[in-house]
């Protein structure tokens, strides 16, 4: 008898426990409807600042590009609001989590993109990221001088010459404080001097400028010879004593890091060596002008 009341017993708290789940599953059914009629609202709100904005930043590619990219936004949205229900749904998540999953995905991307919207920026842009990229890993830029048709103020010969000595001057000063060989310490305590890089790259940009004023077709030409110099991360990838010392102790990251880096250090002094030669070869151009 004590055997059976057990069993009975047994029986009753299952029953019971299978229409508890039943009723938590309906409550949760209807709990979702009630969320629906919210999420669904607002992902209508969302796709408006999602779908505007989008239509101000792609202004190339007829409606393919366009197509494209809101199949694969709604898609995006179908799978996060699909995976949201469910855990909602089976009780994995709170019923308000679940539901309101895709907003709160979504609702970034929509500020997001409204903001470069609104500041204009090119977000579809190609070009953009390819520049940024190669600005990163340093690929040679080719420089453009045209020759002007109207010199309002021609250059001084004499003045040409000095700049040029004194260019000649900053960039030996750059490579003797830059040893050739940075061992793997030195290159991430050191590295090479980004801030005097760029003040040497200015001074380059501004003597290319005011040489460019020249009538000499030959002055004019011999300028595109001139490498733009690239201020890359690589080439000093740390300012702060205890940034450069975790990444000393992290040889096996660090290691790669200064294999490439000495790769972009090297690049840089032979561009360094190209400016020192084409000053040389204008200072040969434009001093016999000097005694004329």
């Not at 940024?132 to 250059?155: Q, T, Y």
Request: glycine share 4%; aromatic share 14%; proline share 3%.
């Amino acid at each position: 008898q004590g055997l059976a009341k057990a069993q009975r017993m047994r029986q009753e708290y299952e029953y019971k426990s299978i229409a508890m789940a039943d009723d938590l599953k309906t409550m949760r059914r209807h709990a979702i409807e009630l969320q629906k009629k919210f999420t669904l609202s607002f992902a209508c709100i969302i796709f408006f600042f999602i779908g505007a904005p989008l239509g101000a930043i792609i202004r190339k590619g007829g409606l393919g590009t366009p197509l494209v990219i809101s199949v694969f936004l709604f898609i995006f949205y179908y799978i996060i609001d699909n995976m949201g229900y469910k855990l909602a749904r089976d009780g994995k998540w709170e019923v308000w989590e679940g539901m309101w999953l895709s907003a709160a995905v979504l609702l970034p991307m929509g500020v997001f993109f409204t903001y470069k919207a609104v500041n204009d920026s090119a977000v579809f842009n190609k070009d953009a990221y390819l520049n940024f990229f190669r600005k990163f890993f340093g690929v040679s830029e080719v420089r453009h001088v045209e020759m002007k048709e109207l010199v309002m103020e021609e250059i001084d010969p004499v003045i040409a010459v000095q700049r040029m000595e004194a260019l000649k001057l900053e960039v030996a000063a750059y490579l003797s404080r830059n040893p050739a060989r940075q061992s793997y310490r030195d290159y991430w305590l050191h590295g090479y001097d980004r801030d005097e890089l760029h003040r040497l790259r200015d001074t380059i940009e501004n003597d290319v400028e005011y040489l460019s004023n020249s009538r000499e077709k030959m002055v004019v030409l011999k300028l595109m010879d001139f490498p733009v110099l690239r201020s890359l991360w690589f080439q000093q990838p740390s300012t702060r004593p205890w940034l450069s010392w975790t990444m000393i102790a992290l040889f096996p990251i660090g290691l790669a890091v200064w294999f490439y880096g000495r790769k972009t250090q090297l690049r840089l002094r032979d561009e360094l060596s190209t400016v020192t030669k084409v000053a040389d070869q204008l200072i040969e151009l434009i001093a016999p002008k000097i005694d004329d």
